[in-house]
């Protein structure tokens, strides 16, 4: 049934580069198109099956978070200015969408990630500076800036677990060396880690826990513990 098929897709981010999630002998995947998301479950071993789900707007999609079966935040670029910010939401499984309205400053927007029905936090770019931080706590009724530090020049990913988030990000505005940044949806973020010795990459991050995680990137797959 279509419900059974959205039990699936469930914390799903950066699923543009890490398409399939394999668990129960089925896998979800999120395929973009210019105007159109489409939700397709995929039985072990076999073709795509049917659109379970879909949503028209006038954006392009970079990132999505699933913290429900019911409910999917998307963010990504509206069409019409693809330097500024696009969020949307489904709250019942992706019967139907609502667009979101993003803190003025905020730029394209990379990836997002939403570890309650409540909060959600993405990351991208700024229409004033090299970066953003946007986040909710009220399930999207209003988004608002966070903060970080004033040496981030870039960020593309982000991991929330536990309401603690974690995001890889270039530093220096030279857009080579790494940090780390933890932060939570409605606060500051701060630099836990950097290297002058290991470059920032487009790659993605996964935490099982809030101090246990996985990052990959251009040049590097490592681990990080914040412990």
């Known amino acids: 049934s279509r419900r059974k098929l959205f039990d699936s897709l469930f914390?799903?981010?950066?699923?543009?580069?890490?398409?399939f999630l394999k668990g129960s002998g089925r896998a979800t995947r999120l395929i973009w198109t210019s105007s159109l998301v489409l939700a397709i479950a995929i039985p072990a071993g076999a073709l795509l099956d049917t659109p379970v789900a879909s949503a028209q707007g006038s954006g392009e999609i970079f990132g999505?978070?699933?913290?429900?079966?019911?409910?999917?935040?998307?963010?990504?670029t509206?069409?019409?200015?693809?330097?500024?910010?696009?969020?949307?939401?489904?709250?019942?499984g992706g019967s139907s969408w609502t667009e979101e309205t993003p803190p003025s400053n905020a730029g394209v927007l990379r990836a997002?990630?939403?570890?309650?029905?409540?909060?959600?936090?993405?990351?991208?770019?700024?229409?004033?500076?090299?970066?953003?931080i946007i986040s909710t706590t009220d399930g999207g009724?209003?988004?608002?800036?966070?903060?970080?530090p004033s040496n981030i020049a870039q960020m593309t990913?982000?991991?929330?677990?536990?309401?603690?988030?974690?995001?890889?990000?270039?530093?220096?505005?030279?857009?080579?060396?790494?940090?780390?940044?933890?932060g939570?949806?409605?606060?500051?973020?701060?630099?836990?880690?950097?290297?002058?010795?290991?470059?920032y990459g487009y790659g993605g991050i996964y935490c099982a826990t809030t101090s246990d995680c996985v990052m990959d990137g251009e040049n590097y797959t490592g681990t990080y513990n914040s412990g």
């Open 64 to 76: 999505t978070s699933c913290p429900t079966t019911q409910m999917c935040v998307s963010v990504g």
């Open 112 to 132: 997002v990630s939403c570890p309650s029905v409540q909060d959600c936090v993405a990351v991208g770019a700024s229409t004033g500076t090299a970066a953003v």
């Open 141 to 148: 009724a209003v988004w608002t800036t966070d903060s970080f």
């Open 11 to 19: 914390l799903l981010t950066q699923v543009a580069r890490r398409p």
């Open 78 to 92: 509206p069409y019409q200015d693809d330097d500024a910010a696009y969020i949307i939401e489904t709250t019942n």
């Open 157 to 182: 990913t982000i991991a929330c677990v536990g309401g603690v988030c974690w995001v890889p990000a270039a530093q220096n505005n030279n857009y080579r060396t790494l940090a780390i940044l933890e």
């Open 184 to 199: 939570s949806a409605g606060g500051s973020f701060t630099t836990q880690y950097s290297s002058s010795s290991i470059e």
